[in-house]
């Protein structure tokens, strides 16, 4: 095994652990550690430790609540490469500025390599121009003492990348490690290997001996518990742990928490069947529904009647946990005597802000397998991860490794709470102090048929030239705009937000409305997601009414047939391999039809699903395809009113809605 690390100091960024991603995918072994950890032992032991990555974070720089750090990060002799926020410390430390501009940068831009970038090692052998993700809300205005600027954005010329070449000192204001910046591998490739020095020897062997490790110290010869949910994380685990300690030391467990996709026990049930470990499969779905917790001390609504997003990830994982319990009971087996085993991932932790992947992470969304339940089940050393440092494309990796069949491997994901955290549930609309300016404001942009102040019309021609938009009238021609009076989750800046839904309709120009939709929650900071709305009517507003929905089996059979019958064209099209992940979303919108509610199709393409993009109909969704969906939607069901595409990209939307 390659003893040659890079040291990732997290200051909280939703990506910090994506860095370890890309990092090791270039056969480079890493260490992840929180900003204040103390750098000693690296400074004395530079034949293993070859350099530092600073991560972006949700703090600025001259905050009173910026976190500490080592203050000799920066002047070890080590290389560092600061990103975002890791960048803008860099600079800060060195006597430069920093400041909240008007300008935002929030999603893929263009930026230019300036003529100091010719003899970078950064950005060796990259062209002049490159897209990449930028999400920032301060800038660095002046690099600092011996820096100097290698990358500026092209539409507003801010600073994108800077380096003190003497000192090995390299920051970059995008995100290297995403997807969605194209030669970003590229790039810390180049850190790597050209400023580093690395050599490239950590290995997936490595990766599946260190799990298996893992997991044979953590048990030993006791019995494992594996929560099979017939995804391919559950699977992959099931199938190490089976390795690591026998077959006859495992039971799969499958929970049937009646918020499955239509007849998915069944199919779990012949998926998992090749395994040839005894599998038990569970129908606690009543006990779901009546199902409460407490969090933070205060007992919770039952799941059937909370409409709050975080109390429903988090009944719905606790009770996992107590229906594994009580499985175990009617097995026979004392608690002792049993480890659970979960096949969670790096990014699940991340998302939820746990300690296991980074004490400053910002809270996006609680995954249920990483409630305050299942953490304190792990301070009581009962839960086995085996994937808790892996990402989806390494898991994918590592069981074909292990010989699984592809079909299992690219399965979907598919939430453990199940479509529980696909329908929003709501008593009342969403609607607050901003609803209507903002509406007033969506007007302005798309017919211009309201005034807004100087200010404002300022900072919208800031955020046009920023995507390299002339006019708007030149996109938004035909096309309406209207806000949704409920909430959906994002992420924006490195924290979670929790904003209203923008719904167009009218003519299906879509790269027009693709363009759109990553203008307009720029400009309108209170909106995080845009859909289209179907429909032969355009949809002007505004909408105030919603229909009062909570779990009921009704809502759940109506999006299951929904889901089904999504599912069934992605798979006749051959789609399901080539779309990361398809979600279908119940949101409690009628549309004018009392008490009807609509569906959203949500597509969604990633190489890391930390980001990701839309599948563009007409492109990566052919046209027919998805007016099948639609119409077949809609014909199956009256009570439905309408189908919508989700139009956003991650940022500022998460993959689910919830």
């Known amino acids: 095994m390659s003893e040659e690390t890079i040291v990732i100091i997290d200051a909280g960024s939703q990506y910090g652990k994506l860095i370890d991603r890309v990092v090791r995918e270039l056969n480079v072994n890493t260490e992840l550690h929180?900003?204040?950890?103390?750098?000693?032992?690296?400074?004395?032991?530079p034949s293993k430790y070859k350099g530092f990555i600073v991560s972006g974070g949700p703090e600025s720089v001259y905050s009173e609540t910026a976190p500490k750090y080592d203050s000799r990060l920066f002047s070890t002799g080590l290389p560092v490469l600061g990103i975002c926020?890791?960048?803008?410390?860099?600079?800060?430390?060195?006597?430069?500025?920093?400041?909240?501009?008007?300008?935002?940068?929030?999603?893929?831009?263009?930026?230019?390599?300036?003529?100091?970038?010719?003899?970078?090692?950064?950005?060796?052998?990259?062209?002049?121009?490159?897209?990449?993700?930028l999400t920032h809300g301060d800038t660095v205005t002046n690099p600092g003492t011996g820096f100097s600027v290698t990358a500026r954005s092209k539409a507003v010329g801010i600073i994108s990348a800077v380096e003190n070449e003497e000192k090995k000192l390299y920051g970059v204001q995008f995100h290297p490690?995403?997807?969605?910046?194209e030669n970003g591998k590229k790039i810390l490739e180049n850190y790597l290997f050209h400023v580093c020095h690395c050599s490239g020897g950590f290995t997936m062997e490595d990766r599946e001996e260190q799990a298996i490790r893992y997991v044979r110290?953590?048990?030993?010869?006791?019995?494992?518990?594996?929560?099979?949910?017939?995804?391919?994380?559950?699977?992959?685990?099931?199938?190490?742990?089976?390795k690591a300690l026998g077959p006859e030391k495992v039971i799969a467990l499958h929970i049937d928490n009646g918020f499955m996709r239509k007849d998915e026990s069944k199919k779990v049930k012949d998926a998992l069947a090749h395994l040839r470990l005894p599998l038990l499969v569970v129908d606690a779905s009543e006990t779901f529904y009546h199902s409460t917790t407490s969090i933070k001390g205060v007992q919770t609504n039952t799941l059937g009647n909370t409409c709050n997003p975080e109390e429903k990830r988090k009944i719905i994982g606790d009770t996992f946990m107590k229906v594994a319990e009580e499985e175990i009971?009617?097995?026979?087996?004392?608690?002792?005597?049993?480890?659970?085993?979960?096949?969670?991932?790096?990014?699940?932790?991340?998302?939820?802000?746990?300690?296991?992947?980074?004490?400053?992470?910002?809270?996006?969304k609680t995954h249920h397998n990483d409630t305050e339940l299942v953490r304190l089940l792990r301070e009581q050393g009962k839960v086995v991860e085996p994937l808790k440092d892996?990402?989806?494309?390494?898991?994918?990796?590592?069981?074909?490794?292990?010989?699984?069949?592809?079909?299992?491997?690219?399965?979907?994901?598919?939430?453990?709470?199940?479509?529980?955290?696909?329908?929003?549930?709501?008593?009342?609309?969403?609607?607050?102090?901003?609803?209507?300016?903002?509406?007033?404001?969506?007007?302005?942009?798309?017919?211009?048929s309201q005034q807004v102040d100087e200010n404002l019309k300022s900072h919208i021609s800031d955020v046009l030239k920023a995507n390299s938009v002339e006019d708007l009238s030149s996109l938004s021609e035909g096309i309406y705009a209207t806000l949704l009076p409920i909430k959906t989750v994002g992420v924006q800046g490195d924290a979670r937000s929790y904003r209203y839904l923008c719904g167009l309709s009218g003519k299906q120009n879509w790269e027009n409305l693709l363009k759109l939709a990553q203008i307009i929650p720029q400009i309108c900071h209170n909106v995080n997601r845009v859909v289209y709305l179907f429909g032969d009517n355009s949809v002007e507003g505004p909408i105030t009414e919603i229909t009062p929905t909570f779990l009921s089996k009704d809502v759940i059979n109506q999006l299951q047939d929904a889901d089904a019958i999504v599912n069934r064209h992605l798979y006749q099209r051959n789609l399901v391999n080539k779309l990361s992940q398809v979600p279908?979303?119940?949101?409690?919108?009628?549309?004018?039809?009392?008490?009807?509610?609509?569906?959203?199709?949500?597509?969604f393409i990633t190489n890391d699903f930390m980001t990701g993009v839309v599948a563009q109909p007409g492109k990566e969704m052919p046209l027919d395809c998805l007016s099948q969906m639609v119409e077949e939607i809609l014909s199956s069901d009256p009570s439905i009113s309408k189908v919508a595409y989700d139009l956003t990209c991650k940022p500022p939307g998460t993959t689910e809605w919830e």
């Open 34 to 45: 929180n900003f204040s950890h103390d750098l000693s032992k690296y400074i004395d032991n």
């Open 217 to 242: 110290e953590a048990i030993g010869d006791k019995k494992a518990l594996v929560l099979a949910s017939g995804g391919v994380d559950s699977t992959v685990v099931a199938t190490l742990v089976g």
């Open 85 to 133: 926020y890791g960048m803008q410390l860099m600079c800060h430390n060195s006597n430069g500025k920093v400041e909240k501009i008007q300008v935002r940068e929030d999603g893929q831009r263009i930026i230019q390599l300036e003529a100091e970038a010719q003899s970078s090692l950064l950005f060796k052998d990259l062209e002049r121009e490159q897209t990449v993700l």
């Open 329 to 364: 009971k009617k097995l026979g087996l004392a608690a002792d005597e049993v480890f659970l085993v979960q096949g969670t991932l790096r990014p699940d932790l991340i998302e939820s802000a746990s300690i296991l992947a980074s004490n400053k992470a910002d809270a996006i």
């Open 390 to 448: 892996l990402h989806k494309d390494e898991v994918r990796m590592l069981g074909k490794k292990l010989g699984l069949p592809d079909d299992l491997i690219w399965r979907q994901p598919f939430p453990g709470p199940g479509l529980a955290i696909r329908i929003i549930c709501a008593q009342s609309p969403f609607i607050d102090d901003s609803f209507q300016s903002t509406n007033q404001l969506l007007k302005f942009l798309l017919c211009k």
């Open 177 to 181: 490690e995403v997807g969605l910046t």
């Open 584 to 603: 279908c979303i119940s949101f409690p919108i009628p549309f004018g039809k009392n008490g009807n509610r609509s569906i959203a199709i949500r597509t």
